[in-house]
């Protein structure tokens, strides 16, 4: 399952109206498989946004004179995440969503989330907990939103070598180790 999206309170009929279900379809994708085992999540996710069209400047801000702002922005909808690094993100996301909402800046938001969970959690699947956490928020959190589910697997780290100052590799032991002889 690379991503899965779940909608509240009529939000797939908003992305409709505004003919931006492709559009949004085709940006999670490539928010997936640019992010997919990646460490440096935040960075690449923002380069990701920016590629498809999703940091219109200006438009990002949540709260005038405030350095808040989503992740994208498009026609009226929002996209906002934080690096898919906790599911627990999802009350924070939602309650931004909801001031933009408010306001009237957004019509409805996609909340992009880790489907990564303790194995010991005796809530469910992912997707559950979400369905049964937004309907326990409402009416405090009423807007129209989405919520995307990423399954982007634990980062990808290269093993055996190790790169010197000039970036030039040094092989490492058996035990990870690099040894003191290479590094001159």
Not at 35 to 41: D, F, P, T
Not at 45 to 54: C, S
Not at 98 to 114: A, R, S
Request: contains cysteine.
């Amino acid at each position: 399952m690379p991503f899965e999206v779940i909608h509240f309170r009529e939000s797939e009929k908003i992305l409709k109206e505004k003919r931006l279900v492709k559009d949004v379809k085709e940006t999670l994708e490539y928010i997936d498989d640019a992010l997919y085992g990646s460490l440096y999540r935040r960075e690449l996710l923002r380069q990701a946004l920016d590629e498809m069209n999703w940091r219109e400047n200006g438009s990002l801000n949540i709260i005038d004179g405030r350095r808040y702002q989503y992740k994208g922005f498009k026609k009226g909808v929002a996209l906002e995440g934080d690096s898919f690094a906790s599911y627990e993100y999802l009350w924070t996301g939602l309650l931004r969503l909801q001031v933009g909402f408010d306001k009237g800046l957004i019509e409805t938001g996609i909340l992009m989330l880790t489907a990564a969970r303790s194995e010991k959690s005796s809530y469910g699947t992912s997707r559950e907990l979400a369905e049964a956490e937004v309907e326990l928020l409402y009416p405090t959190i009423s807007l129209p939103c989405s919520i995307a589910l990423f399954d982007l697997g634990a980062p990808i780290i290269s093993e055996g070598t190790e790169e010197d100052n000039d970036g030039t590799s040094i092989p490492a032991d058996d035990n990870g180790t690099v040894k003191e002889s290479d590094q001159s």
